[in-house]
């Protein structure tokens, strides 16, 4: 099969998609399928896209760039006829998009891989004008597609009770984490971070500074968690770039002793607070997937996380859970994750298990069953 695969979210910041992007083509390569890739990237990221994808891939422009908001939309009014052309010009049996929206092609079966439905459950946390724009091309995108790989079976069934598509359309393909990425071989300690982390013991808490990362109840939990005269020396430090609505979440962070927001952090510093943390806490109330706490567990370190979304699914019997919506349970957690010695032994030896689970390489064999349904007879 002749496969056309829609990388314009293959760039240095492009966050979780280009990830996915990033492992599932390395695999693809690694595995020799009988399949012909085109992979297609904007072309101010042809240069990076050819030097961190593999080289036996084509790779091939679309003749637009990344950057602003008026770009992207501009991108996606006027890409139609591009693809269009590419369509009949390269003869592709299948386009695979790795987002939750696809050009409307005459022949070629569509199919989109759907991370999250964030756009419907928290539509503030788009720029209005691109929010506009998505919520119907995205609910055209998802209905008229052939088939759809979702993330995780929380968001399967987002798919199907929201959109209304029917269950048979949608298979679930978990994500993974790329295991070498997450070593401490070779870690050195960062000369940047605050002294207190060196001396007292901390949480770690990582995810965009949004409202939906809860950070304003992990803030009332640790502040409780404080009062237990064992860990009163107990620092938190919260990572992850400003997002929207955070300007109050930050400023109550900088009034408060003992909290450290690092905003973004380069990948060393962040291994190492996944090393070091005593306990890294995931409060979210909404995820298509949630790797921290499987990056944390890479590191060794265990997790306490919210019971809700798809994050059970993912943490497993790895992981402490807590009720992100009640402060007095989330500190419960965190207290147990700290000084139960029994429960934190058990949840480790159930934490290397959970990871285990989950393989870029299993995404892709996986990935290529979903393609196989669309082969021409006789192939």
Not at 123 to 134: D, H, I, K
Not at 274 to 290: C, I, Q, R, W
Request: aromatic content about 12%; hydrophobic content about 35%.
């Amino acid at each position: 099969m002749k496969i056309a695969i829609n990388c314009a979210f293959y760039q240095p910041k492009g966050g979780g998609i280009k990830e996915y992007i990033h492992n599932l083509l390395h695999q693809f390569s690694i595995l020799q399928s009988d399949n012909e890739f085109i992979v297609y990237v904007l072309q101010d990221q042809y240069d990076y896209a050819k030097k961190f994808l593999p080289q036996d891939l084509k790779i091939k422009k679309i003749p637009f760039n990344s950057g602003s908001l008026s770009n992207r939309i501009k991108r996606s009014l006027l890409e139609g006829r591009f693809w269009r052309r590419e369509e009949q010009t390269e003869g592709f049996d299948l386009f695979h998009s790795p987002f939750f929206h696809a050009p409307r092609l005459r022949k070629t079966p569509v199919m989109l891989t759907v991370h999250d439905l964030r756009l419907y459950r928290f539509p503030q946390t788009y720029e209005f004008f691109r929010y506009q724009f998505l919520k119907k091309r995205v609910k055209d995108s998802i209905r008229k597609a052939d088939h759809i790989i979702s993330i995780s079976d929380f968001t399967k069934e987002e798919i199907e009770n929201l959109i209304g598509v029917e269950p048979g359309k949608v298979t679930v393909v978990h994500e993974a984490i790329n295991r070498e990425s997450f070593s401490d071989k070779g870690l050195k300690e960062p000369k940047d971070l605050p002294e207190e982390l060196k001396k007292h013991r901390f949480l770690l808490s990582v995810g965009h500074m949004e409202p939906r990362k809860n950070y304003d109840r992990l803030l009332d939990a640790y502040l409780k968690v404080k009062e237990n005269p064992e860990l009163s020396d107990l620092q938190l430090v919260i990572v992850g770039r400003k997002d929207h609505s955070f300007k109050e979440t930050v400023e109550r962070i900088e009034k408060s002793p003992g909290v450290h927001y690092l905003n973004f952090v380069d990948g060393e510093t962040l291994l190492w607070l996944y090393k070091n943390a005593d306990l890294f806490v995931f409060p979210s109330y909404y995820e298509g997937f949630g790797f921290p706490p499987l990056e944390a567990a890479a590191l060794g370190t265990l997790s306490a996380v919210s019971n809700i979304s798809s994050i059970p699914e993912v943490c497993g019997e790895g992981s402490l859970y807590f009720n992100p919506y009640d402060v007095e349970d989330m500190s419960r957690a965190i207290e147990k994750g700290l000084l139960d010695t029994t429960a934190i032994k058990e949840k480790k030896t159930k934490m290397e298990e959970n990871l285990n689970r989950f393989s870029w390489k299993k995404n892709a064999e996986e990935t290529l069953k979903v393609y196989s349904r669309f082969e021409k007879k006789g192939e």
